[in-house]
Nanobody, 121 residues
């Protein structure tokens, strides 16, 4: 079994900051790309940021310059530092990771349960 558990969501005023964390645990041999997605009410889930095992990053245009993704491979953890938050950042944020459970297995995509981020104006 593999689990992704997010933490760090909450309610913050516009202009404030939050840091999300996501820990992968269970039967894990290797983790490839990790990322954060978000889904606002009535909207499709969208990519926020992604980071490869080697540290290359990719961001949605709407968060560039405000959000920073990072990871600690030794701890199987990915972080999302969110600064200068706006009301339009309000959404459920989901952690995502490509994980191989044993040597020679293919990488499969896993999701966390989501954490709510609410930004008040």
């Amino acid at each position: 079994q593999v689990q992704l558990v997010e933490s760090g969501g909450g309610l913050v005023q516009a202009g404030g900051s939050l840091r999300l964390s996501c820990v992968a645990s269970g039967s894990i041999f290797s983790i490839g790309a990790m990322g954060w997605y978000r889904q606002a009410p009535g909207k499709q889930r969208e990519l926020v940021a992604q980071i490869t095992r080697g540290g290359s990053t990719n961001y949605a245009d709407s968060v560039k310059g405000r959000f920073t993704i990072s990871r600690d491979n030794a701890k199987n953890t990915v972080y999302l530092q969110m600064n200068s938050l706006k009301p339009e950042d309000t959404a459920v944020y989901y952690c995502n990771a490509d994980i191989a459970r044993w040597r020679g297995s293919t990488f499969r995509e896993y999701w966390g349960q989501g954490t709510q981020v609410t930004v008040s104006s």
